[in-house]
């Protein structure tokens, strides 16, 4: 595998890791066309770069629940 081409078991992980902390998140490799204050992003071992964010659902689940 390439330092460019993504390791999906990486972004497995980061969506794991914050649905322990409660958060669903979208994982991708691409930027976002509009970076928001929600967007993240953290380079696997492998050199590939992931981006996420919490799903629009996620999102006003918070909204609904007052979550600041």
Avoid at 22 to 40: F, H, I
Wanted: aromatic content about 8%; hydrophobic content about 35%.
């Amino acid at each position: 595998m390439s330092k460019s081409e993504p390791h999906w078991r990486c972004a497995d992980v980061v969506r794991q890791e914050m649905a322990k902390l409660g958060a669903e998140v979208t994982v991708s490799t691409a930027r976002p066309l509009v970076m928001n204050p929600y967007v993240e992003a953290i380079q696997c071992p492998h050199g590939t770069t992931f981006y996420y964010e919490p799903t629009s659902d996620q999102i006003a689940a918070w909204a609904r629940d007052g979550v600041r």
